[in-house]
């Protein structure tokens, strides 16, 4: 999903995150209690030193000052915290590297930490805290070089003062300051007092040919402890006198609780309590607390509910399509209004219909939020990707004010969207829990859990979607007409983001990556009806169905007129996107492409451009016995300057996995009579390590400043694998996960 910045902020400032996207200085300090109250500060650890540090530079933003981002401890060792949540995408080590490019720092000497929903950490471009969009790095780069360029002239003030010289004469490097005669000082040394410079406004960046970490090829500052086992997860948290919830949760979205006989449950051993809790979007659940998980859990088995269906929506899948199909006959609500009147007469066409499944997240680490909550004062600790908003949300159900809730972020075993819930739903659930025991005269911090039954079947999903195209075409190729319809529920409807990101009744993300960069006379038109399952973005967002019937149509048309796929495609977008072409003849030419490929194998080809990067596939492919297998996959990346090529690669590697899982048999939530039908990973299909092909990454070299990168990987693979079974078979796969029957 592809935020513009205005927009962002006066999102930012519906939901409560920040006050027009950053606050004065007498509000942020009021709020976080001054310098002294992030973890770290810029020179030693506060709990380890007396030292004021310098007043904020009355002309920069809380974003722009680096205490509060770099601390840098006695024995030199620099933590650089990061203003985002880390799912997998290596953005704990990212933004560190651009920190400590500019800072000069050893980089073996860095580590990171989260930061919380402080106004210092929203996103400097969009005003609110999010990890979203690709934006990471995109956003912050800029941003993460000036506060280390920052850090690096107060440290040259500080040897400069030491050495009573100029500070023009002193010279940075791996955590040291040279100066004239042999004079050298470690940045450990010198942080008390570079501390307590004046902060200065702009300070000099390096020219990036005197880059020395980034576009280097960076292990994660995680990794070991991920490879270990020894990486903790927000799931992980351990509080002192800690109780555990799990919620009985309702078979149907939006049901109610008619009767509870909790007795049963009470009587489990180690159980602590049991009450009732509203969850979101009206429905009711109950909280069962105890000891431990097991209790927890064994505990709610032992409920008898009975659950009140009256007046709710029991969608079934199977009649959902049939629905979406009538109406993507019907004309929408337009996109783009191209001219299509010559599709009747067009001596080609095409008509196509593709359906689309809901999908889980699916994430391998379960959802948690952990509470503790007082009388004035709530602290949360989870793996929030809106910690600002969250804290917003907290504060408005716990009656606290935002300033008395505290976020501590967590690492997170995958997101891809989930971890972002507008309404802060399992936020909410979670202090609701806490709000409980509180009245139930037990004063203790509650971690509540989801099962990955909870995941499954009661959590939010990539809406299903259908699509119906018809396309007229000279034997040339030519595209004389296309007419299009988009049918899926709108992913923003009834949240904050509606007001900006609805425009005529079309939600943006719904068509993102339609039509472009092809110039097509295209009417795209789009229904929004509405169901009873509640859905959210979902990695790469619109992306993950557009990707897919713009590539398999455009490589029809290509089929149908004789014409090499590449060759079509670079004839399509001309001169319109240099970087969609250097991303394709780049996969191209590290492929292979065109040569001879061994018997029962072809060629497939996708191009696609989401969150502002552009990522190619060339695949191979093959079909035996009528089941198809991915063989190899080649990227053609065009991301602009790349931090660090070995997270992309991990990025673009994980993605296409996941693409491809999207095309596997199961890979599809289903509903029938309101209740989803898939409980766990035995009848909902994630491709696995077996699934996993050759996967070779290849990034366009550019200095342009960079894009995203943890969603662009994701929507062409699934397009690509088609295109090679179509020139296999001799038929587009219409359908996900694939049906070749």
Known sequence: ???????????????????????????????????????????????????????????????????????????????????????????????????????????????????????????????????????????????????????????????????????????????????????????????????????????????????????KPTTLLSGKAKSSGQQQYAIDTRLPGMLVAVIARPPVFGMKIRSLDAGAAKAMKGVKAVFQVPLDRGAQGVAIVADGYWNAKQGRSALNVEWDGANVERPDSAQLIEQYRALAKTPGRLKYDGDISRIAGAPNRIEAEYVFPYLAHAAMEPISCTVRLTADKCEIWSASQMPGVDAGNIARVTGLKPEQVQMHVQMSGGGFGRRAVPSSEWHIEAAAVALGLRRAGINAPVKVMWLREDDMTAGYYRPMQVHRAVIGFESDGTIIGWDHIIVGQSILAGSPFEAFMVKDGIDDTAVEGMKEPYDVPMRLGVHHPKVNVPVLWWRSVGSTHTAYAMETLIDEVARATKQDPVAY??????????????????????????????????????????????????????IKDGNPTLHRVTAGVHCNLCVNPRAVEAQVQGAALMGLGTTLPGAAITLKDGVVEQTNFDAYTVARINDMPQVDVYIVPSADPPKGMGEPGLPPLAPAYANAIARLTGKTPRELPFRLA
């Open 1 to 215: 999903m592809i935020f513009d910045a205005p927009m962002m902020r006066r999102i930012a400032r519906a939901t409560g995150a920040v006050d027009d996207g950053h606050m004065n200085r007498r509000r942020f300090l009021k709020l976080t209690g001054g310098a002294g109250a992030a973890a770290f500060t810029l020179g030693v650890l506060p709990q380890a030193a007396a030292q004021t540090p310098a007043p904020p530079s009355a002309g920069l933003k809380p974003t722009q000052q680096p205490d509060g981002f770099i601390a840098i401890h006695k024995d030199g060792t620099v933590t650089i915290t990061i203003n985002r949540m880390d799912m997998g995408q290596g953005i704990e080590t990212g933004l560190a590297i651009v920190a400590a490019e500019e800072l000069d720092a050893d980089w073996s000497k860095v580590r990171s930490a989260f930061g919380s929903a402080e106004p210092r950490y929203v996103d400097p471009v969009m005003g609110m805290h999010l990890t979203g969009g690709s934006n990471s790095i995109k956003n912050s780069y800029t941003q993460y070089r000036e506060l280390g360029a920052r850090a690096r002239a107060m440290l040259l003030g500080a040897a400069a003062q030491r050495w009573k010289t100029d500070a023009a004469a002193l010279r940075t490097d791996k955590g040291f300051v040279t100066g004239p005669g042999g004079k050298r000082a470690g940045y450990g040394e010198l942080a008390p007092v570079a501390m307590k410079q004046p902060v200065p406004e702009s300070a000099p960046l390096k020219d990036p040919k005197d880059f020395k970490l980034i576009g």
């Open 569 to 622: 495609r670079k004839k399509l977008i001309g001169n319109k996107s240099p970087r969609h072409i250097a991303a394709l003849e780049l996969a191209v030419q590290q492929s292979g492409y065109g040569k001879p490929l061994a018997n029962g194998r072809a060629w497939g080809v996708a191009v696609h451009e989401s969150f502002e990067s552009v990522v190619a596939y060339v695949v191979e492919a093959s």
